[in-house]
């Protein structure tokens, strides 16, 4: 069993930063990759950024230049970082944590609001 925490959600105007962190906890060993999605009301939760246990990242096209995702440690899937430059009022979601085990498993989410 793999447990997540999400934290550094609020309200930014555009063109501000935020950072998302994703703390893991339980079966951290068994984790393949990490990563975050958001959701809006209405819509599918889509894919924002991914990194998987040897470093490798992926990002969708509409946060590629402006997030970057991280990893504290090199050697395990502990704690994950999204730091998220230059927000746009379209960024505002909600960002979900997600790993990658034998299983997925989300975190609770955390409210990104950006106004413009």
């Known amino acids: 069993q793999v447990q997540l925490v999400e934290s550094g959600g609020g309200l930014v105007q555009a063109g501000g930063s935020l950072r998302l962190s994703c703390a893991a906890s339980g079966n951290i060993f068994s984790i393949n990759a990490m990563g975050w999605y958001r959701q809006t009301p209405g819509k599918q939760r889509e894919m924002v950024a991914y990194?998987?246990?040897?470093?490798?990242?992926?990002?969708s096209d509409s946060v590629k230049g402006r997030f970057t995702i991280a990893k504290d440690n090199a050697k395990n899937m502990n704690m994950v970082h999204l730091q998220m430059n230059i927000l746009k009022p379209e960024d505002t979601a909600l960002y979900y944590c997600h790993a990658m085990s034998s299983r997925g498993y989300w975190g609770q989410g955390t409210q990104v609001t950006v106004s413009s």
């Open positions: 990194i998987t246990s040897g470093g490798q990242t992926r990002y």
